[in-house]
């Protein structure tokens, strides 16, 4: 059987980055693989809205704050693709969500012969030597069942989050009129003319969604429902914006966990709970539009907490609702919920190997092990913790990607 130098789980931005540093220091060979579930590139599938453009400058690409003359930079596939003069004149950092998903894909298509799609990794398990862990079998299957087996002498897992789901709303996640926004685009078609729909979430996507449905031809009713008192603006101002260049991470890691915790608490409104202003205004103006026109088919209901949800006998979602009016059931035909992403810093897929894993990650996003353990492990985007809120964002896949090839010594 064939033993790989490096085995990448999952195909993403990450990923991606990494084939492409790779290749540029002439070590991406036929001992490098991925293997990605998804059976084609896709980037936030479920969240490609029209008319939303990206949150971060395009020359956080790639490759660009490495290799800005690189062939994979997001110029370059605008001037392969001749748009270069055309979105100068644009005048704009920020190009649409599509756009930036087409580039993604472009440069994804440069992999095709190292990326197994439609196959997702089941099981990671040590192969022992002399008393050691010499390498790492990967298990993966595809849609059919059939299991591939494949081995590795290293491993870099970049599998992104998992759609977070509160508490009251876990024995709901199989209702076919509840969905998380990763997979609203999948599901907008259920909503028709004269339904009610939920929008649970303050944050960019719950402001998007809330927005997307507010324009929607079939005009439903909407509710947008936060605890917080009201939709906050990211701090997207230029010292601020500091903490998000790939030189942070440097200062994050030197830290203690408090001091950690301290830089957390101080840049939450970067990216956490908070929606871009142009779409705040947007939102405030269609409410405004309402109220001129007296009707009242969208709402914001802050300061309210969900005690708890549950599906009636006409398969409707039944909300409590608290706030300080007091505690009310109110229906609504779907359900969504922007409520974000977890990133466990271990991903389930390394238990068969945990005995040998130590607590910590080194700088270069490599697990401790002990001495028995031959193989490298990086992780990608769930080290939020020791290395910053940039981790699971674009903006240092550039830099990270030459870091972890620099740490493989392949």
Known sequence: MKL??????????????LAIALQEQNKLSDRVCFIEKQPDFLWHGGMLLDNTTMQISFLKDLVSLRNPTSHFSFINYLHH????????????????????????????????DH??????????????????VDHLKVIS???????????????????????KVPAPFDALQDAENVWHSSQYLHNKDKVQGGDRVAVIGAGQSGAEI???????TEQPEVDMIMRAGAMKPADSSPF??????????????????????RYFNEFRSTNYSVVDEPLIDHIYASLYQQKLNGTDRLA??????????????????????????????????QLVLATGYQYPSRSPLLEQVSEWLQPNITRHYQLETSEQFKPKIFTQ????????????????????????????EL
């Open 4 to 17: 790989y130098d490096v085995i990448g789980i999952g195909f993403g931005p990450a990923n991606l980055a």
């Open 81 to 112: 693709n001749k748009r270069l003069d055309s979105f100068i004149n644009l005048k704009t950092f920020y190009p649409s969500r599509h756009e930036f998903n087409d580039y993604l894909g472009w440069a994804a298509s440069h992999f095709r």
């Open 115 to 132: 990326c197994h799609f439609g196959e997702q990794v089941c099981a990671v398990e040590p192969v022992l030597l002399d008393g050691q």
């Open 141 to 163: 299957r595809d849609n059919e069942g059939q299991q591939s087996v494949r081995l590795t002498k290293h491993l870099v897992v970049s599998v992104g989050g998992s759609a």
């Open 210 to 216: 809330f927005a997307d449905l507010a324009a929607m």
């Open 240 to 261: 601020v914006n500091e903490i998000f260049d790939p030189g942070f991470t440097d200062v994050v890691f030197s830290k203690s966990p408090e001091q950690r915790d």
């Open 300 to 333: 914001i209901r802050n300061r309210t907490s969900v005690n708890g949800a549950r599906i009636n006998a006409e398969g409707k979602v039944v909300l409590e609702l608290e706030n300080v009016h007091g505690v009310s059931q109110v229906e609504y035909d």
């Open 381 to 408: 985007g769930v080290n939020e913790q020791t290395h910053g809120i940039s981790d699971s964002l674009l903006s240092i896949l550039a830099v990270r990607s030459a870091e972890i090839v620099d740490a493989l």
